[in-house]
């Protein structure tokens, strides 16, 4: 019996799986004084990267109380037009740090701090770190209100855990954090990827604890092949569609595959690239999780991965397949079927490859040219290797350059890489004003130029159709709250709406009687606002705003107010 247990014991010392790390579960408080609803939740699946925190609703509006989680100093506060936008950060003494973001106002002290900062700097966004001893909150004290700044879709409080040494986000929900969740995973549908052959889904039936095939329990499926799985959470009295905790695959009893979403780090998060299934997600929207791991995949949130995560079935024999998925307050969903190996001939061959040019591998720098284009990927921009696609289309009335097909919009690239067109002749009048534009849906998205000769040279990070275009044209301000019937006093805020169609809005400056003042800026709204300082008035004031896009095009709007 005693050799029995010491055999059990050392299988648990070198079981690959991670087991859970154990953490604080009374140490921190809600960060609001209200029940926690979740509108996201931690390592839900997000577009390049996954979600790092909670998303606590705040009933729709932006102003309810923030309050420390615990005990600690303020490290860091930054203020950005984008992610997280208006954010705190507060370092406690138990190793950990919590971060509050979309914050529409700090608490006095810091706004005062942030303010005078963002004064000496002549910028609205400023990254500041305060000395360890000059902001210090008890737990339960307001250090802040909940709002929408950033790029946030609606009001709501953004909350992390990090681990102070490695700054990796944490689950919050493992911390004690308590949400009401009776409600087990939803798992909507799975996805086969046979080895060679065409992927297919399956369609399920079922509800709750148990979920089965809506073919039947039995099935057959290629000898050598993957899944992929679709799966949602949702808490009690909460109509998002969140991500869930934990996937783990078995085979016949035998755990083949697993992941957990317990800790993450922000350096590998693009990696969610290829957990999903990208090319599915780009024509469809919805996301399969893969349980395929392929050799350039740097996520570690795998707690058990076999042969990849292929399952081979060789012959007729039944074998037992069996899904489970759960939530972070542990509610369960399986789904069960038993799956033989098929005749490879009744499985849909993938289509005919008839544009490929040249074999792209995911270990090693790839370079291809053609007239008039080069392209250089570094190792490891690919998940997977490929046979790369290359085609030339027609211009368009706007482009001073064919339209090149670089591969397919619905393969990700991990890093950048370098695409680099030529141009016969173009005018020097119009030559740094033009930029590399990827077209998608009618649209474009652009990338600054560096040139050589006549070669064009840019970084990229999507395959797609790409052409040059020129941004002649200045970014559009409009002031959307005057009126020549007020004074300046009778408004608090002076707001304009300023775009950019092509290259994008680099800078924007605001001032008041000839000196610079601190504008806002809503990126996802467009809009830059002054709040009104009485102490800066005169009896005749004049506002001056200039915006300057990423090419040198400058918007210059001027009016003057009596106070």
Request: positive net charge.
């Amino acid at each position: 019996m005693k050799r029995i247990l010491l055999l059990l014991l050392i299988l648990c010392l070198v079981s690959p799986i991670q087991s859970q790390t154990n953490y604080p579960s009374d140490y921190f408080r809600s960060p609001i004084d209200f029940r926690i609803l979740l509108s996201g939740t931690f390592g839900e699946l997000r577009s390049d990267h996954f979600h790092t925190g909670i998303d606590i609703k705040t009933r729709g509006v932006e102003g309810a109380s923030v309050f420390a989680a615990a005990d600690g100093y303020v490290s860091r506060l930054k203020i950005s037009a984008f992610g997280t936008g208006k954010t705190i950060y507060l370092t406690h003494p138990n190793g950990y740090v919590t971060v509050y973001g979309h914050l529409s106002k700090l608490e006095d002290s810091l706004a005062i701090f942030v303010k005078q900062q963002q004064y000496k700097r002549k910028s609205f966004e400023v990254d500041l770190f305060p000395k360890k001893d000059q902001f210090f909150y008890k737990k339960g004290d307001i250090i802040a209100f909940s709002g929408n700044s950033g790029s946030s879709g609606g009001p709501h409080l953004h909350f992390e855990i990090r681990d102070e040494k490695t700054q990796e986000p944490l689950n919050p929900l493992l911390f004690g954090i308590e949400v009401k969740d009776y409600i087990r995973p939803t798992i909507r549908s799975i996805r086969v990827y046979p080895i060679g052959k065409k992927p297919f889904n399956l369609g399920l039936s079922g509800w709750g604890e148990n979920y089965h095939l809506k073919a039947g329990d039995t099935i057959g499926m290629p000898k050598l092949f993957y899944l992929g799985i679709n799966t949602i959470d949702k808490q009690n009295d909460s109509k998002n569609n969140n991500g869930v905790y934990e996937v783990e695959l078995f085979l016949d009893s035998n755990k083949v595959y697993g992941n957990r979403q317990e800790r993450l780090n922000f350096s590998t998060g693009r990696y969610i690239n290829t957990f999903i299934d990208y090319g599915y997600y780009s024509k469809h929207k919805r996301r399969y999780q893969r349980a395929f791991v392929g050799s350039n995949n740097r996520l570690k949130i795998y707690t058990q991965v076999k042969d990849n995560g292929v399952i081979k079935l060789p012959d007729k024999r039944l074998h037992q397949i069996r899904y489970q998925v759960k939530d972070a307050n542990g509610n369960i969903s399986q789904l069960n079927f038993y799956a033989y190996g098929e005749d490879e001939n009744k499985f849909e061959s993938n289509p005919i490859d008839t544009l490929k040019k040249a074999v792209f591998y995911s270990d090693r720098e790839n370079v291809f040219e053609s007239k008039k284009l080069k392209l250089f990927l570094p190792i490891n921009a690919l998940y997977d290797s490929l046979y790369f696609h290359f085609d030339v289309l027609p211009s368009i009335k706007t482009s001073y350059s064919p339209i090149y097909r670089i591969h397919q919009k619905e393969v990700p690239l991990h890093t950048f890489v370098k695409l680099s067109i030529e141009i016969d002749s173009i005018p020097e009048s119009i030559k740094d004003k033009l930029l590399i534009a990827r077209i998608e849906s009618g649209s474009y998205s652009t990338s600054t130029i560096n040139w050589k000769n006549n070669w064009a040279t840019s970084s990229i990070r999507n395959f797609g159709d790409y052409t040059l275009v020129a941004d002649t044209v200045p970014p559009q301000i409009k002031w959307i709250n005057s009126s020549k019937n007020k004074t300046i006093q009778t408004v608090a805020k002076l707001s304009f709406i300023i775009k950019d169609e092509l290259s994008g809005i680099k800078s924007y400056n605001g001032y008041l009687n000839g000196e610079w003042v601190l504008f806002e800026y809503d990126a996802k709204n467009n809009l830059l606002f002054y709040t009104i300082e009485p102490e800066r008035l005169l009896d005749e004031n004049k506002i001056k705003v200039k915006v300057i896009d990423v090419l040198g095009n400058k918007s210059l709007l001027e009016r003057t107010f009596n106070k």
